[in-house]
């Protein structure tokens, strides 16, 4: 069943790679452009359930690489579709057409990792507090650096009152 | 000081005080109020005083107008409700239009019901009868949209009554030949049994519908809750106990009770149908989302526990009964003004899901909405008790457990539902659009405490009415009861309520003591509350939707009120039928000519071949 | 004249006291029956002690007379309850002014509730009303059987009638005896029926707000209303003792059966609870009923 | 242990009340929270101290801080502990609430607690076991009858830096000050 899944995708879409790393794994690897309609043929061929969404951040190459993770309600076939996008203001397509559980997963992604998903009505702070700096899961944030910045500025207490 | 002058004061000062309104709106209020209170004292000082004058001719009947023990107690519940509702009504009718009529009719019904009370014979009884159900009905249409259909559901109701009224009339007159009722009581008792019966339920069903009994009450919920407050606290104050006056009228004077007691079907009936008044109309109070119908629901049965007192030959029984009509007076009016309040301060907001908090804002309305509802439920120290527990020792030592157990699940029902009045209007999170209410103004703070100290004053000490209740017991011939200032005190169970009050109020003042004793307490706002943790902003706390929600899913099929649907239903059945006829009766000429001659040609027909005559 | 006034004091601080002993008690039985050691007998007086020096926090003048007014209800109603011989305010009110006065407790509590503004009291005085509203219906019924086989409304008539043995638990009116037990649990809002103070569901439900002394009289006031309606049912069926120990002995059993149901049942919820409430113990009480017009 | 002397009893009740009867929040903050089961059941049972986990903030004195403490979940520690009447006792667990402990350097935890609510009691152990909980409660014990629990009465005194703390970490605060707060000495505080 994926040896035929794979000719027929890579007949329709020419500049998209299949391969299976492992057994009920399938990647298929493919540029930005063509990722919501490949996505809604993979919903036709019955993975109609979008798991999740990861982002990976090369920093070396500039780049993100988003993830959507699809699985069949029938099968323990799990396909991973990846894109690629770059750093600098890294945006893209959001999904809630094909996918209406995307709407927190991208929202999550925007906080930590600064996508912006053109098109999703909400990407409110999800689980950060009074959060100025940059998105915290990208590899350029110094954490050491943050924590000294807000943790160790404020002053205990104690000697503040032996002080004055 | 004889009744005539009493009944020119009456109407002449309504009409008066329309002629006021001409003059300018200030001189009126006044006038209105006077008039009230003038009327108050007048019958103040009738008291224990018996008096019958023969005030007009009518076609040489003498209408008679006579006072006695039983309506000089009706007819200063009468004056002391109206006296407060039109002191009440002197703020809360302020920007609204069409006053001088609102007075005028307001004083016409009270006047009118003190005619029904005080009169001698059937004939000014039934006029004022017809008087007063106009005037009502004038009033309940007063503010216009749904009050009007509910205006014509409670005229059509009370002519069906009062036609039934006429029809007894007549038969009395015309088999006794006067329509004094001293002496029609008299010769009455000689009759065949099942002639009185026939004048009793004609009498009983016209009383019934003013009394809102079970199977015609459909009236009363639209009326009462359209009707503008101060005069739906008369309606369901007074106005439906003039249906009760009307029964002790028949129960006692006309029947007499042995011969009734004697038609051992006719009491039955009566016993069960209040006892049914009572679950079936309290349950679905408990359902109503609108303060005023919650109440109105309310006034059906506490009518059940009125019949459940009456009906009863024993003095114990006839005095919970009559107690317990002036009892509902008191705190049906009180609830409904404290409605009114509310009304006047929220501009018209009465819907029980979106109200709260008002007790930091009104805590006088709410300490009146309390005793209402505490002497509605009947709590000791409130005069609601004193008469429940009358009739429910006559329902129990008379031996009918079942009726007892449908009045206790009565007052258990009004617990729910009356908690649920106060919960949702006064207590919980003071909604945002309410911050700035302000308590009302004096003179509707004025009636309202009145009616809460009667009802405590009742309460505490009983024995005040029930002397006055045990000597009308003594003169419709029954056995005295040994009331004391403090209660009734008998053989099977005593009921003493100062002991009861003194030890409340001792426990009261020990419990704030240790309360005292305990660290000094620090007062928050609504806001800073338990929300698992988290801070809920301003108008995100609010929860008074739907208050007892599991009960509603298991009784809300049972408790639907199926008289009205099956009222409505007889009235589709008939416009759908005028459709029909209104098919063949279609008006132009054409169609009768032809009618006509096809009738003559049947005849004509008949005669000559039928042969058959 | 003496004796009366000792009476006055004595009946309800002796309440008081087997009310937080049972307290005491349920705490260490639970324990044991969890197989843990479980807190010293006296330890609920401790818990009012430490209560009564913790600063409360108000939330305006109902929310503390509210819960005044039902614990001074509930001392009224222990005056009335005839306690193994002594019974105070004899003269003055009967079965009928018991089970009024009682209607103090839960709207004391609800008032004060209410004031707290918070949607989990609101929550748990709503249960609260319809699980009474639910055990009403048979124990109204259980009392009218009784009123109507003794042919009068004062308890202490019902007591003297069941001297030397013959109580009502064994008369032709077991029935309800018998229907009066299966709704305990839900009067004293014992476990099948906690619903009404379930602290994992609602917070302990109209307790949510009570801080210091406010919980320390909610805590009083559920030791008066334990001890209320046990002594009720040994009242009308079990005769009442001749002296206060036989009292105390007789409601100690009941207790005790009443928490080991607690520990043995899981929560039910409102409309299971009115389920079963309004069924087997309403037919009991109506059998009850008719037997005692039959009967007499 | 000394809860039969009843001369102590009558002598302070307060305090020997507070001893005996420490009801706790049940309010799981971080992973400590899995201890607490086992030290209120049946093999170390915790109620024979007096112990108890009750419903709300407002009918107990004692609160756990079991764990590290996430930046959200301060918050709801702050408000909790503001709601908690007056005689009230923290204890935290472990290292993570002292310092950061291994989250030392992450930028979504609290490194020091005490410097947004006052601790009463520290015990150490990476989640310590129920025995060490005891160990703490009886150490509670002695501060509160040599009277060195004195977490509240800091907080009321020092409310303002306290405030101030918070407000430097979650910017404006959205429930008002618990102790009035006087603006103007804010500023050059």
């Known amino acids: 069943m994926d040896e035929e899944l794979k000719r027929k995708i890579e007949k329709i879409y020419k500049d998209t790679e299949v391969e299976f790393p492992e057994r009920n794994r399938m990647v298929v690897k493919t540029k930005k452009a063509s990722t919501l309609s490949i996505l809604e043929f993979l919903k036709k061929e019955g993975f109609r359930q979008l798991k999740a969404i990861s982002c990976v951040d090369w920093i070396k190459e500039g780049e993100f690489e988003l993830i959507y993770h699809l699985a069949p309600l029938n099968s323990p076939l799990h396909v991973m579709v990846k894109i690629r996008i770059e750093r600098k203001n890294a945006e893209t397509e959001t999904i809630l057409k094909i996918f209406e559980n995307a709407k927190v997963y991208e929202r999550e992604i925007y906080e930590l990792f600064g996508i912006e998903f053109k098109g999703n009505p909400d990407l409110s702070p999800l689980f950060l507090e009074n959060w100025h700096d940059l998105p915290p899961f990208r590899k350029d944030f110094d954490t050491r650096k943050y924590v000294k910045k807000t943790f160790d500025e404020i002053p205990s207490v104690e000697d503040r009152n032996e002080r004055t | ?102 007075y005028f009719i307001m004083l016409v019904v009270n006047a009118s019901m003190l005619g029904i009370v005080l009169s001698g014979d059937f004939l000014s009884f039934y006029i004022f009868w017809e008087i007063m159900s106009w005037s009502a009905f004038l009033l309940i249409s007063y503010n216009r949209g749904p009050a009007l259909k509910a205006g014509m559901k409670y005229i059509v109701m009370s002519i069906i009554g009062s036609i039934c009224m006429l029809v007894g009339i007549i038969s009395i007159y015309t088999s006794y030949g006067t329509l004094n009722i001293s002496q029609i009581s008299s010769q009455i008792s000689s009759a065949s049994s099942d002639y009185i019966l026939l004048i009793s339920i004609l009498f009983l069903i016209a009383f019934g519908i003013k009394n809102a009994i079970w199977p015609f009450h459909t009236w009363l919920p639209p009326a009462h809750s359209e009707a503008p407050s101060p005069f739906s606290a008369v309606l369901s104050g007074i106005l439906i106990k003039m249906g009760s006056y009307g029964f002790l009228l028949i129960l006692y004077i006309i029947a007499g009770l042995n011969l009734f007691l004697e038609l051992f079907i ?19 109070a408990l359902l109503q989302n609108d303060a005023k119908k919650l109440l109105a629901w309310h006034s059906i049965g506490q009518v059940g526990y009125i019949i459940l007192g009456i009906t009863f030959g024993t003095n114990l029984g006839f005095a919970g009964g009559v107690f317990h009509i002036f009892n509902h007076a008191t705190f049906k009016s009180l609830l409904f003004l404290t409605v009114g309040a509310i009304e006047y301060r929220t501009r018209g907001v009465r819907d029980l899901n979106s109200l709260g908090g008002l007790i930091k804002k009104m805590p006088i309305t709410f300490f009146g909405a309390l005793v209402g509802a505490c002497g509605l439920i009947g709590i000791p120290l409130t005069n609601g008790f004193v008469s429940k527990w009358l009739i429910y020792k006559t329902l129990i030592l008379k031996g009918h457990p079942f009726l007892a157990f449908a009045a206790l699940i009565g007052t258990w029902g009004t617990i729910l539902s009356l908690y649920k009045f106060i919960h ?120 008074t939707v739907e208050f007892y929600q599991p009960l509603f899913r298991m009784i809300k099929p049972y408790f639907r009120d199926f008289v009205d649907e099956f009222y409505s239903k007889i009235v589709k059945a008939g416009r759908t039928l005028s459709d029909r006829t209104r098919k063949i009766y279609c008006g132009d000429l054409g169609y009768y000519v032809t009618y006509i001659v096809l009738f003559l040609v049947i005849l004509i027909a008949i005669k000559l071949w039928g042969k058959v005559w | 004249m003496v004796i009366k006034i000792i009476e006055f004091i004595f009946s309800p601080f002796l309440a008081f006291i087997i009310g937080v002993f049972f307290l005491g008690l349920f705490r260490k039985i639970v324990a044991r029956i969890h197989q843990r050691y479980g807190p010293p007998i006296i330890q609920p007086l401790l818990d009012v002690i430490k209560l009564f020096h913790q600063k409360g926090f108000s939330h305006g003048a109902l929310f503390d007379l509210g819960l005044i007014l039902s614990l001074a209800g509930s001392i009224v109603v222990v005056l009335f309850i005839p306690f193994g011989g002594i019974c105070p305010l004899k003269s003055s009110g009967g079965l009928l002014v018991i089970l009024y006065t009682m209607l103090f407790l839960p709207l004391g509590i609800a008032l004060s509730g209410g004031e707290g503004a918070n949607p989990n009291i609101s929550i748990g005085i709503s249960r609260k009303l319809i699980l009474c509203l639910g055990y009403e219906v048979p124990f109204l019924l259980i009392l009218l059987s009784t009123m109507s086989f003794y042919r009068t409304i004062s308890i202490v008539d019902i007591v003297n009638s069941q001297k030397n043995f013959h109580w009502t638990l064994f008369s032709p009116l077991f029935l309800s005896g018998i229907a009066y037990f299966m709704i305990l649990p839900a009067m004293l809002g014992m476990r099948p029926f906690d619903i009404v103070s379930a602290p994992q569901e609602i917070s302990s439900g109209p307790a949510v707000e009570y801080g210091g002394k406010y919980l320390g009289l909610f805590h009083i006031q559920h030791s008066f209303s334990i001890f209320i309606m046990i002594a009720l049912f040994v009242d009308l069926f079990l005769g009442g003792g001749e002296n206060i120990f036989y009292f105390f002995l007789k409601m100690l059993t009941i207790f005790f059966i009443m928490v080991l149901i607690h520990s043995v049942f899981p929560r039910l919820r409102l409309e299971q609870a009115l389920r079963y409430l309004w069924k087997w113990p309403t037919i009991f009480a109506f059998l009850g009923v008719i037997i005692s017009k039959v009967v007499r | 242990m000394d809860r039969k002397n009843i001369l102590k009893w009558l002598k302070e009740p307060g305090k020997m009340g507070h001893k005996y009867s ?107 076991r129920p025995e060490a909980i005891f160990i703490g409660v009886t150490k509670l014990w002695m501060m509160i009858d040599k009277g060195a629990a004195t977490g509240y009465i800091r907080y009321r005194k020092n409310y303002k830096f306290y405030r101030r703390n918070q407000e430097k970490l979650f910017g404006k605060l959205p429930w008002p000050p618990l102790y009035p707060v006087d603006e103007k000495e804010n500023k050059n505080g």
């Open chain 2, 424 to 543: 949702n209007i006064f207590l919980g999170q003071l909604p945002e659009k309410y911050k700035d209410v302000k308590e009302v103004p004096f003179s509707m703070q004025f009636p309202i405490v009145i009616l809460s100290l009667i009802i405590i004053l009742f309460g505490i000490l009983p024995g005040i009415p029930l002397k006055v209740i045990n000597s009308i017991a003594v003169s419709a011939g029954f056995p005295s009861l040994d009331v004391s200032i403090w209660g009734i005190a008998s053989e099977k169970g005593a009921l003493n309520m100062i002991n009861i009050f003194a030890t409340v109020l001792i426990a009261l003042v020990l419990m704030r003591l240790v309360f005292q004793m305990g660290e000094k307490r620090t007062r928050i706002s609504q806001d800073n509350n338990y929300a698992a943790g988290s801070y809920i902003p301003v108008d995100k706390y609010n929860y």
């Open chain 4, 22 to 128: 420490l009801w706790a929040v049940y309010f799981c903050t971080g992973c400590g929270i899995i201890e607490i089961p086992p030290t209120i059941t049946s093999q170390w049972d915790a109620e024979r101290f007096g112990v108890i986990p009750v419903a709300t903030p407002r009918q107990a004195n004692l609160f756990m801080i079991t764990g590290y403490v996430s930046v959200k979940t301060l918050k709801a520690i702050i408000r909790t502990y503001e709601q908690m009447p007056e005689p009230k006792y923290t204890v935290a667990f472990g290292s993570c609430p002292i310092n950061g402990g291994m989250y030392w350097d992450s930028y979504n935890t609290i490194k020091h607690i005490d410097k947004y609510i006052p601790i009463d009691g520290w015990i150490a152990g990476c989640m310590p």
């Open chain 2, 1 to 102: 000081m004889n009744l005539e002058i009493l009944m020119i004061t009456a109407f002449g000062g309504s009409f008066l005080t329309y002629l006021c309104g001409k003059v300018s709106s200030k001189v009126r209020d006044f006038f209105a109020v006077f008039i009230s209170l003038i009327l108050v004292v007048f019958i103040s000082c009738f008291y224990g005083k018996s008096q019958t004058i023969h005030y007009f001719n009518f076609f040489n009947l003498p209408l008679i107008l006579t006072i006695n023990k039983l309506s000089w107690l009706f007819a200063i519940a009468v004056e002391v409700i109206t006296a407060l509702s039109v002191i009440f009504s002197l703020s809360y009718m302020k920007n609204k239009e069409k006053l001088d009529f609102y």
């Open chain 2, 266 to 284: 006719a009491h039955w009936v009566l016993c069960w149908l209040g006892a049914i008044t009572l679950v079936i109309s309290t349950f679905i």
